[in-house]
């Protein structure tokens, strides 16, 4: 037992050291210093339907925290699309999780990295790209492009590191529920729920 807890504590560190050294590399493609915390990563799957047989899509992977909470919540591998935009985090995501679909693209550009699945609905999108890097427009651009990926009612969740919504409301096109604050993440962060409004 000692050796696992051992183990498990050199990985997470590891993984530690990989994220940081990437943000040093490239501060703007990551949203934060330190991958995010599990119990933020189970916090973020948690709205995903374990009973659904519709892919799931998680949109910024880095070291695989949240991809680990996924799988847990029940999504088989072979269910998740796990868009990376910076490729050094892709061979080792690739070797903890070899039956999850990594694919190495732009979120901001799903026809692009998803050619083939433009027909395929998801169940839920699973959201850590660093959105406050971005312009507003660009932020609302990037919802509306899931929108058309996802399940009608279906949930896009979201981390971020401010108070406030990434995504400002808009009434008429979609919902933003503040879903949870986590407060022992590093940094804290903020999680949000958009979904878009249906017509009646």
């Not at 933020?40 to 909470?69: F, H, Q, W, Y």
């Not at 660093?130 to 929108?147: A, G, I, K």
């Amino acid at each position: 037992m000692h050796n696992r807890i051992a183990r498990n504590a050199a990985k997470h560190f590891d993984e530690e050291i990989r994220f940081f050294k990437t943000w040093i590399d490239k501060p703007k493609a990551l949203g934060a210093v330190l991958p995010t915390s599990s119990a933020t990563a189970t916090r973020m799957a948690s709205l995903i339907n374990p009973l659904c047989t519709d892919p799931v899509l998680e949109l910024g992977p880095g070291t695989g925290v949240i991809t680990k909470a996924i799988l847990a919540r029940g999504v088989r591998p072979e269910n998740l699309y796990s868009i990376e935009h910076t490729e050094a985090f892709l061979p080792q995501l690739k070797a903890d999780f070899p039956n999850v679909k990594f694919i190495h693209g732009d979120a901001f550009e799903l026809d692009e990295a998803l050619p083939d699945m433009k027909g395929r609905k998801f169940d839920t999108v699973i959201s850590a790209v660093p959105l406050l890097n971005f312009s507003v427009e660009r932020r609302v651009y990037y919802l509306n492009s899931l929108f058309k990926r996802l399940n009608p009612g279906r949930p896009v969740v979201h981390i971020s590191y401010g108070p406030m919504s990434p995504i400002p409301p808009d009434w008429q096109t979609y919902s933003v529920e503040p879903f949870d604050w986590m407060l022992r993440n590093i940094p804290p962060a903020r999680l949000w729920v958009y979904r878009q409004i249906l017509a009646s």
